[in-house]
């Protein structure tokens, strides 16, 4: 059994993965679906940290110490940026489900984007002064 695409297929796979032929709807695009796996993938990681809890201080108290050290804060900015990204882009595309903004897509998705930016700059500046 041959499992390998035909040779138009390959061609339309791969340049999937050239970024110069991507557009601002494109970025939008991949962006919302990057930051959907990574947001489900955070839920998992947080069931498994939470279940430590189980544990009681022992096992609790060491974690708390690891999570407030500056790598760990850097994944937290990281999870706050897949946040923004996803929702204000969420925002963006249910409201052009609703009709509202259609023909403004570009300017509204980099207008979200830059109000995610500074959220975000808020965010991590929050996070490492506590």
Known sequence: MNLSLPENKKIRFLRWFDFRSWRLGMLAYILNRVTAI????????????????????????????????????????????????????????????FGIGVRAQKPMFVALMLVGAVLLLAGALKIFME
Not at 49 to 57: D, E, I, Q, R
Not at 83 to 90: K, P, V
Request: without cysteine; proline residues 5%; hydrophobic residues 60%.
């Open 38 to 97: 990574g947001l489900v993938l955070y839920l998992y990681i947080h069931l498994a940290v939470l279940s430590m809890l189980t544990g009681g201080p022992a096992q609790w108290d060491p974690f708390v110490a690891l999570a407030r050290s500056p790598m760990f804060l850097a994944l937290d900015v990281l999870l706050l940026a897949g946040m923004l990204i996803h929702g204000l882009n969420g925002v963006r595309v249910a409201l052009t489900g």
